[in-house]
């Protein structure tokens, strides 16, 4: 995961989010609600209450933290491994653990990149969704209150919260902390913690598995792998003259692009990502540095304590970094999105487009870009006399009446009976609006490969659209699934259309 630059246009508002890996899919929460990670305890302590995906407790300095796991809210499995951790989210006074797999950095984001996600009278545990510019993954932003409510667990009330003020966004549920000017990752180095821009950071990597290389040296520590490339790995204390970190002190690494390459800094654990003002940042008697800049202030952070602040733009021009960051080697074989990441020959032409993942007698996806708005079933619905294929009914939404189509008769498949896991797919096209009824919301995912080589598809009718559809790869998933264009099946629905043919309708796909 990256850093994204921030937005040409002072206007938008920016904040930072920490990117999170979660049951196998990527989320970020803003800095604002995001209080610390730390490192997930092999046996937590059982509570009397019951919840779905409750772990158990922890003790956290002053608090009994309860602890979650959001996997099966989303319908993942639930898997407890080495590594993990948990990220304290913190909000309206009260904070909860959610067990994470790794953090993979942070980014700042305009608010005119967020795309707002809504599921009708159903409780999402994400408010919005980007693209994360560097990688075009799709990540989702975890709602803090949803988070909070939606599971059910215990809270506990922050009795360690600081003085620092704070406002809560109605609108979106997001805390924004007044006089907030800098933003840091707080890094812990042997017996040092270190506080760098959260902005220079390009990712954070788990334990890493150090090779040696003719790079080896006092700075260098060897090389690692990432991105498909051996990266040289260094020691931040030698390079501060701080002294070394020894080999059972480095927990995990943190990738720096210098342009040039990368380089990776061996660390003992990511502390915390905070948010401080400029006054809390204190200059360093000239005395107290080695004179090169590369320390030149620090901050005290509660729950922490003081931290010696990386000057980023010292650092990222530093003549020893810039030299090892210019020394990454492709690794022979290393897997691309067009070769071993996709099993087969095409093209990546359109990957990173965001696409929903759903079920409607078999699993198929649409950009997410042609879906409206995902609402619950309501509980009746009007019948007519309509000849529409699959239609169900009609429901009245924002003062207009909807047909309600089954998608997957439609498609010539059964469906499955109405359920708590069914919802709604409102498309709309040149104001014509229809909702399709499907089993189940799988997954919102960015397109990783799709065949444009494919001739153009034809279908004879529309119960042939799944056979006939191009197929493409969403996600880390290895099969292929049709792409199916509903916005082009809502026109194919509306008389005199319907009757036509539909090889417009399996050409989605970019």
């Known amino acids: 995961m990256t850093s994204s630059p921030g937005s040409a246009t002072e206007s938008v508002n920016e904040d930072v989010y920490g990117l999170l890996r979660l049951a196998g899919t990527d989320v970020a929460l803003p800095l604002s609600v995001l209080r610390e990670v730390i490192s997930c305890p092999e046996v937590l302590a059982p509570l009397p209450a019951q919840a779905i995906g409750l772990l158990g407790a922890m003790h956290l300095r002053h ?9 099966p809210r989303i319908g993942r499995a639930s898997e407890r491994r080495p ?23 942070v980014t700042s984001l305009g608010s005119d990149r967020l795309l707002p996600m809504t599921a009708g009278g159903q ?7 980007f693209r994360l510019p560097e990688t075009d993954a799709v990540v989702s932003v975890l709602d803090a209150a949803a988070v909070l409510r939606v599971t059910g667990a215990p809270t506990v009330l922050d009795v360690t919260r ?143 304590g003081p931290c010696l602040v990386l000057d980023e733009k010292v650092l990222s021009s530093h003549r020893d970094l810039i030299g090892l960051a210019s020394m990454n080697t492709v690794i022979d074989g290393a897997e691309t999105p067009t070769t071993a990441d996709l099993h087969r020959p095409g093209t990546s032409s359109g990957a990173g487009l965001p696409y929903v993942v759903y079920s409607a007698g078999a699993d198929v996806a649409t950009p997410l870009e042609q879906v409206v708005e995902i609402l619950s079933v309501p509980d009746t619905l009007t019948p007519t006399s309509g000849s529409m294929p699959g239609l169900l009914g009609v429901m009245v939404h924002r003062q207009a009446a909807i047909p309600v189509v089954s998608l997957a008769r439609v498609l010539g498949r059964e469906p499955l009976p109405i359920s708590t896991a069914s919802c709604l797919l409102l498309v709309s096209v040149d104001q014509q609006v229809v909702a399709f009824a499907i089993d189940r919301l799988r997954a919102i995912e960015s397109l990783t490969w799709t065949d444009q080589d494919r001739p153009p598809a034809s279908a004879t009718s529309l119960t042939r659209l799944l056979q006939s559809a191009p197929l493409v790869q969403i996600g880390s998933e290895a099969r292929l699934i049709p792409d199916l264009n509903l916005q082009a099946l ?21």
């Open 490 to 510: 809502v026109q194919s629905l509306q008389p005199p259309l319907r009757d036509r043919p539909v090889e417009m309708l399996a050409s989605s796909a970019p």
């Open 162 to 304: 600081d003085g620092s003020s704070s406002s809560a966004d109605a609108a979106g549920g997001v805390l924004h902390r007044s006089g907030a000017e800098r933003r840091f990752t707080l890094l812990e180095c042997g017996l040092h913690r270190l506080a760098l821009d959260a902005g220079s950071v390009h990712t954070t990597l788990p334990p890493p598995n150090i090779r040696p290389s003719v790079f080896e040296g006092d700075l260098c520590l060897g090389v690692v792998e990432f991105a498909g490339r051996e990266v040289p790995i260094v020691d931040p204390l030698v390079l501060l003259g701080l002294g070394r970190l020894t080999a059972d002190q480095i927990g995990a690494g943190l990738v720096l692009n210098l342009g040039q390459g990368y380089v990776v800094l061996a660390l003992t654990s990511l502390l915390d990502l905070v948010e401080v003002t400029d006054t809390d940042v204190l200059r360093l008697p000239g005395a107290a540095t080695s004179g090169d800049g590369l320390l030149s202030a620090m901050v005290d952070v509660a729950r922490v």
């Open 63 to 71: 608090l009994v933290l309860p602890v979650v796991d959001l996997a």
């Open 123 to 129: 409780d999402l545990l994400f408010s919005h969704t």
């Open 83 to 105: 590594g993990q951790v948990i990220v304290v989210v913190s909000y309206a006074d009260q904070v909860l653990g959610v067990l994470a797999d790794e953090v993979r950095g």
